[in-house]
């Protein structure tokens, strides 16, 4: 069983970069075929797919996002990042990240992580 955590500031301000990092335990993130997702869910809305990197490194991000997005892995230590550039208070969520198969299923999810966006 693959387990994800996150870790990451709460709390970010303004026009700041947010960068949240998943560690991965119980699998390879470099395991063929195997795909890693941040996925994010703001207040009262629902879960938002932010950008993904490919167990080859590849990567795909929302269209809408993809300008102050990026997605970046740490093979040594088996974890992946999430970097957002000028956040706003329209970013503040319930963060994610979670094991994609390339079935489209999604076996793992971290517990997730709230960041708030305030000066």
């Known amino acids: 069983q693959v387990h994800l955590q996150e870790s990451g500031p709460g709390l970010v301000k303004p026009s700041q970069t947010l960068t949240l990092t998943c560690a991965v335990s119980?699998?390879?993130?470099?395991?063929?075929?195997?795909?890693w997702t941040w996925i994010r869910q703001v207040p009262g809305k629902g879960l938002e797919w932010m950008a993904t990197i490919a167990y080859n490194g590849d990567t795909a991000y929302m269209p809408s996002l993809k300008s102050r997005t990026s997605i970046s892995r740490d093979t040594s230590k088996n974890q992946f990042t999430l970097r957002l550039d000028s956040v706003t208070p329209e970013d503040a969520a319930v963060y994610y990240c979670a094991h994609l198969l390339q079935t489209g299923s999604f076996p793992s999810w971290g517990q997730g992580t709230r960041v708030t966006v305030s000066s």
């Open positions: 119980g699998g390879s993130i470099t395991a063929n075929l195997n795909y």
